[in-house]
């Protein structure tokens, strides 16, 4: 596979196709998509004082318009997809994998204390449903699929399913079939 840059590697799980820069302009009249560009521009100009200011300042301003609290410090692996527009918060400190789906209305937050206290780590290919909340030092392992509305404060193995509140874990070798599409 040539060289392709984390932004095309992102866009390439919508669209499933590699896409030119002017391609990718286009694309970012959807929202998800725009946000993701305007993040992953801050990720990238991060250590760069002039252009991390201007970044900021853009991500910012989008943040705000489009409810999405990521923030550059973030670590998030390439192929990152948002599935809806709406209210989304992401803690600075948690580590997201790649190929991962992101619905709107997700927490994912730190625990201020015990036995789970710290930030989630969330491996590859996880799809994370509508209104899911997830929280603490924990980490959700790959292929796991966690359902819409689902609380989730403790350890998912690889290959699950995690549905409820409280949460219930379901192993399943396929979890996230026909949930992940193009995968990078």
């Given at each position: 596979?040539?060289?392709?840059?984390?932004?095309?590697k992102?866009?390439?799980?919508?669209?499933?196709?590699?896409?030119?820069?002017?391609?990718i302009?286009?694309?970012?009249?959807?929202p998800?998509?725009?946000?993701?560009?305007?993040?992953?521009?801050?990720?990238?100009?991060?250590?760069?004082?002039?252009?991390?200011?201007?970044?900021?300042?853009?991500?910012?301003?989008?943040?705000?318009?489009?409810?999405?609290?990521?923030?550059?410090?973030?670590?998030?692996?390439?192929?990152?997809?948002?599935?809806?527009?709406?209210?989304?918060?992401?803690?600075?400190?948690a580590?997201?994998?790649?190929?991962?789906?992101?619905?709107?209305?997700?927490?994912?937050?730190?625990?201020?204390?015990?036995?789970?206290?710290g930030?989630?780590?969330?491996?590859?290919?996880?799809?994370?449903?509508?209104?899911?909340?997830?929280?603490?030092?924990?980490?959700?392992?790959?292929?796991?699929?966690?359902?819409?509305?689902?609380?989730?404060?403790?350890?998912?193995?690889?290959?699950?399913?995690?549905?409820?509140?409280?949460?219930?874990?379901?192993?399943?070798?396929?979890?996230?079939?026909?949930?992940?599409?193009?995968?990078?």
């Open positions: 596979m040539p060289n392709y840059s984390i932004i095309q992102d866009f390439y799980r919508e669209s499933g196709k590699w896409l030119s820069t002017f391609e302009w286009k694309k970012c009249l959807n998800n998509l725009h946000f993701i560009y305007i993040f992953r521009k801050a990720q990238k100009y991060r250590k760069t004082s002039v252009l991390n200011v201007f970044w900021k300042f853009v991500l910012r301003h989008y943040q705000i318009k489009y409810g999405y609290q990521i923030y550059p410090e973030t670590e998030i692996g390439e192929g990152f997809y948002l599935g809806h527009w709406g209210s989304l918060v992401i803690n600075p400190k580590k997201i994998g790649k190929n991962c789906n992101i619905a709107q209305g997700v927490t994912i937050g730190q625990q201020n204390r015990g036995k789970n206290q930030f989630p780590i969330i491996e590859d290919e996880v799809w994370i449903g509508t209104n899911a909340v997830i929280v603490g030092g924990i980490s959700i392992g790959t292929n796991s699929l966690i359902a819409p509305n689902s609380y989730v404060n403790f350890d998912v193995p690889a290959n699950s399913i995690v549905v409820g509140n409280p949460a219930k874990v379901y192993p399943s070798n396929n979890a996230t079939d026909g949930y992940i599409n193009n995968k990078i």
